[in-house]
């Protein structure tokens, strides 16, 4: 499977940005791309693992549920 890179903007405008085969490459080209970003630029750059393009939108517009906050 193939790892995306995506820059997410507000309100789920995602944006393609490179697809590779490997963990590594994709991880290079994100923290390259978050170095160059405008400090002011609203969008995350995000690296998502999915069988195909589809899923990985799918995938990034999910909403999480936090973690844990801690000893409880």
């Known amino acids: ?4 890179v995506y ?3 507000p ?3 995602l944006e ?11 991880s290079a080209r994100a923290k390259a791309l978050r170095a160059a970003q405008a400090p002011d630029d609203p969008g995350r750059i ?3 693992f999915a069988g195909n393009e589809q899923l990985a939108e799918d995938l990034l517009c999910q909403v999480r549920d936090p ?3 801690g000893d409880d």
């Open 11 to 13: 309100f789920a405008q």
């Open 46 to 48: 995000k690296v998502m």
């Open 16 to 26: 393609k940005l490179d697809e590779f085969a490997a963990f590594k490459d994709a």
């Open 67 to 69: 973690g844990p906050a």
């Open 1 to 4: 499977m193939p790892y995306y």
């Open 7 to 9: 820059r997410v903007r």
